[in-house]
């Protein structure tokens, strides 16, 4: 039995935001097995803004909970066969942005509701299919446009480093209600004071311990090193990294052959302490690997293109490999006197060998912009000529000496695009490391006007235009997008 609902904030903030909006929600989930609808119900005064949910765990028996819509019903059982080289795990997370985005437009328009929520993944702790072992949900939210039909506002995958049942359901509903209030433009900031038992927030444990004390004990290192449990993270040329399958990144284990290649503390996994290396290939080294045998099924795949396919855990990893990797590359030398330099501290460090400089890996600051118009219903996206065809991304640019964050999002937007995005929107969202060579990108959203004319730096970018949000949504969907 559960100890407790979902978290109370992101509920109430839910609750309390709709409220003073006046707006109204549903819900349906599928794995949360009803914790979405009974922690809103758990608020206060959620009778004036919640209409009712349904749960709709197994889908081909569940129509009379999808609002007995045959049609609806149909839809969702349509799942495409995986594409050529996608695992299975892929294509069935691939048809819960299907199955969530279908439900939510579908409880929104025929329960007559302002918003709609919807859920649908695998908690675990057993899965259909075998090769997914850790859980994930994605969540939709529906809203009405400016026709009245329902369409679809927000869409996101949760992945959970676990495969534990009653802490993925506390975990997936957390994330639709605060989802749903983010779309919805709720404050975040909600007055708790009145609550007795507001909720603690949890900070989560990184899954790897870079261990940093253990960088300069030698003799550790060594016995780290030697323990037949070690993992390795094994990258090619600094730019690919070796797979188990599409969204699980390979760790072999340490083999005798492997000694003689250069490795790379990266650290310990925190749960059990086991040591984690990177080590380098190239073409004629790849055969100590043994893929043809104790490693048979993994291959190497484009770490720029297939890393972010990956759980967070593996992503942080590959990525964290890969910086050691290009790092080394490049830094062979010196940049004081030129002097050839050396890896100390576990592969982590180098030290030259005229001056005796020490010098780490660096991270060059990039922003990347969501620029939205101000309605919402539009997003500038570009392409630049290194890109694919019709491959469109956000406006992206390295930070220059002396400028912040913020000055970089407005300058950049100006000189590719031509546009000026509205100084007080500008936001900051998350960030990521980007090791391609060594940027760390720095996230952030925006609005501007999109009436006004583009002008393209063609220096640049081949084009960019303002793109719906249903054709962004759509695109996004795609297998490999």
Known sequence: MMSRLASKYPFKRLVEGLKEQGKTVAVVESCCGGLINA????IPGSSQVFYGGSVAYNTKQAQKFLMNDSELHSKLLQRPPPAAGESEASNYIQSKFHWT?????????QNNVDYAIAEGGASGPTFRPEDLDKGFSVIAIAGKGKDGKAE???QDLIRSPHANRQENMKLFADAAATLAADTIGIPAAVDDSDSNDQ????PSIPSLDRATPLRTDAAALEQLEAREDAKLVVIR???DCLF???TQLAQIRNSEQLQELLKTFLGLETDSGIPIFGIEVNEESEALLDLEGENNGCYFDNTRTHAPLLSPEDYELALYATAQSQWKRTHKFCNICGGETHLIQGGTAMKCGGCGALSWPRQDPSIIVLITNRDGDKALLARSPRHPDKVHTAIAGFVEAGETFEMAVMREAYEETGIRVDPDSIEYLSSQPWPFPRSSMIGFRATANDTLPLNIDTDELVSAFWFEKDSVMAASQIPGA
């Open 39 to 42: 922690s809103i119900m758990a």
């Open 101 to 109: 985005a279908e439900t939510a437009k579908a409880f929104c328009e």
């Open 152 to 154: 679809i506002l927000a």
């Open 199 to 202: 909720a603690m927030v949890e």
């Open 237 to 239: 040329n600094s730019n």
């Open 244 to 246: 188990s399958a599409d």
